[in-house]
């Protein structure tokens, strides 16, 4: 089904490959795009100084984008795809939400005989016993499921808005539900750091990012997130974002998401 290289190699195939449906190929001329998944339903980012309302259970942190959500899905599954392009599916009732190495795309369900079948615009995503079909202008991808990961909700993550971590050395961020606050604990949870943080950009839509800063009487933090398939580097585990976070000359790298509560 699948060409017998590393991981490793499959993520460098990745970017030198054309990604024959949720991107379009080098050239001398503009590739073609899979339209913003999120079409007339863009939101504009947040107000800082927006108060959320308690009485609907809101955070009263800054608002994240909605692509770092599982928007209520019980877990996040990955595809291994051909041409060379993994993806990350979490199925809410009645859409798809769908992740790629360049963005974030949401398809609405429609009626099939056999299987499931979601669409946005030309983009269409058709599941059945494990296998998938994916299509657009771009092209087509056959891809098979490959892993599956629960999400992480309140239970697990209380008084948690995002969570995002990573490994060598092991590292957790935790951006509080309630303050401008994160919690970064580093090799293996021997240092821990809690500050106040601010939002000094946000993107929403296909191609949602957020870029965070901190700062104490320490080193600076920048925290940027991205929404897009991320895979843990160990265990292979999906996840809607990609995150790095820099403090001074030290870089570290993993993934995370929106921690939301479920019924």
């Known amino acids: 089904m699948f060409p017998s290289v590393s991981r490793r190699a499959r993520h460098v195939l990745s970017g030198v490959m054309c990604a024959a449906v949720l991107s379009g190929c080098a050239s001398s001329t503009e590739p073609p795009r899979v339209s913003d998944a999120s079409g007339e339903e863009f939101t504009p980012p947040p107000r800082l100084d927006d108060v959320a309302d308690k009485a609907d259970d809101a955070p009263t942190s800054p608002l994240l984008p909605s692509a770092f959500f599982a928007d209520g899905a019980e877990a996040f599954v990955s595809w291994r795809c051909t041409p060379a392009q993994d993806l990350i599916s979490a199925a809410p009732k009645g859409h798809l939400r769908l992740w790629s190495g360049q963005g974030y795309y ?24 494990g296998q998938a079909h994916v299509e657009s202008d771009n092209g087509q991808l056959a891809c098979q499921r490959d892993a599956r990961r629960e999400s992480t909700t309140r239970k697990a993550a209380p008084g948690v808005i995002f969570q995002a971590r990573g490994n060598e050395p092991g590292w957790l961020l935790e951006l509080d539900r309630e303050t401008s606050r994160m919690t970064l604990t580093t090799d293996y949870g021997e240092h821990v750091r809690t500050l106040p943080y601010h939002v000094a950009r946000l ?18 933090i920048t925290v940027r997130l991205r929404a897009r398939a991320c895979f843990d580097n160990m265990s292979g585990k999906p996840y809607p974002v990609q995150v790095s976070v820099e403090q001074g000359d030290q870089t570290l790298v993993g993934c995370g998401q929106g921690v939301e509560r479920r019924d």
């Open 106 to 129: 949401e398809l609405a369900r429609t009626v099939v005989a056999e299987g499931e079948r979601y669409e946005k615009g030309t983009l269409s995503f058709v599941e059945h016993d």
């Open 203 to 220: 993107d929403n839509g296909h191609q949602a990012a957020m870029t965070l800063r901190a700062h104490d009487d320490g080193t600076p």
